[in-house]
């Protein structure tokens, strides 16, 4: 029973399939290869993340696949509906990079609100000749608490995020389609927690009162945020996607940066994936990281995990 994690997996989910079985291949083979190396080596499993595509072509060629496993949240790689109708166990571990994705709304946050994007950049240039102006640049900084974040997409990684936010002395303000309301409990280290009830506001209410603006809905046909929605929000606001490309008009969001509408934006996600446009990259004001909001040890391994526990239900 061979499985393949074809863009990796951890060690403990390996461990934990070695011990049902299974024998687990982490080759990354190319995308055009796959269909022939998958039928040579009997492949009964094949595990991706984001960057191999399972579409139909690997979908009707390959007669014994039996589940399709993506490591992560979205499976917009993977052609779900058609897999499953062909009978095919298509499988994902929508709760396990949460925080983590969380944790990093909040990285781009805090270094954005001191700048710490710009700075990176320039102290290696010039911090040994020019530490007094550098100094000066970055000195108008401002703290987190009791400012405003307005979290659009109240699902598990929104709320996430609210938690961090309510930890820092943050007010929480929400916008999901779906999600009316919610509760969300806020555990401390000590066995402590705190509760605190939300009602959902409009779009636009969260646009005018937020200060920071962070994007949690999955991939869209349209923006959720374009050029109307960035004039509604306060002068100096800031915006966190580490969402899906394609939910902010980057544009716009350009537009916004430029004209200091914006202060700063942190992506992790990107409309031209895998290859960032240059207007985005080389912009003084944005934070950048690439698509790395589930890639902790933490969240790869309860990933690793996760997916070994389903794989087991399925397949043994
Ligand atoms: N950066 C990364 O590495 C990374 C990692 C994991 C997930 N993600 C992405 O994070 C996003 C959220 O994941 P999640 O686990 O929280 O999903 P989720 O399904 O738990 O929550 C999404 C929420 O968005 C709401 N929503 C959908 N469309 C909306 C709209 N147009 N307007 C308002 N609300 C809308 C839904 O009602 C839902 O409550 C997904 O796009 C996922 O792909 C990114």
Do not use: W
């Amino acid at each position: 029973m061979k499985i393949l994690a074809n863009d990796g997996v951890s060690k403990s989910g390996i461990a934990a399939l070695e011990k049902e079985g299974f024998e687990v291949l982490t080759t990354t083979v190319a995308q055009e290869q796959l269909v022939n190396f998958i039928n040579e080596n009997e492949i009964i499993g094949l595990l991706v993340r984001s960057a191999t595509k399972v579409r139909t072509d690997i979908i009707d060629n390959c007669p014994g696949l039996k589940l399709i496993g993506r490591g992560g949240v979205g499976m917009d790689n993977i052609d779900v509906t058609y897999a499953r109708k062909k009978g095919l166990h298509v499988i994902n571990t929508p709760a396990a990079s949460s925080e983590s994705v969380a944790e990093l709304v909040f990285a781009h946050l805090f270094g954005g609100v001191r700048f710490l994007y710009d700075a990176n950049r320039n102290m290696p240039l010039d911090g040994d000749t020019k530490f007094k102006e550098l100094k000066k640049t970055y000195a108008n900084g401002i703290e987190l608490r009791g400012k405003t974040l307005g979290v659009i997409g109240f699902g598990r990684i929104g709320q996430a995020t609210a938690k961090i936010a309510l930890g820092v002395g943050m007010k929480v303000i929400y916008f999901d389609r779906k999600i009316e309301t919610a509760a969300i409990n806020v555990p401390f280290f000590d066995g402590q927690s705190v509760s605190f009830d939300f009602n959902s506001v409009s779009k636009e209410a969260l646009l005018k009162e937020a200060d920071f603006v962070t994007v949690h809905v999955p991939a869209q046909k349209e923006y959720i945020i374009g050029k109307s929605e960035i004039a509604l929000m306060k002068d100096g606001a800031a915006i966190v996607n580490a969402a899906r490309g394609g939910v902010i008009d980057e544009v716009a969001l350009i537009e916004g940066l430029e004209s200091k509408k914006l202060s700063f934006a942190g992506l992790d996600v990107f409309e031209s994936e895998p290859k960032p446009e240059i207007k985005i990259l080389m912009n003084p004001n944005i934070s950048l990281t690439p698509h790395i909001g589930a890639a902790t040890g933490e969240a790869q391994d309860r990933i690793g995990i996760e997916l070994a526990t389903q794989i087991t239900a399925l397949l043994k």
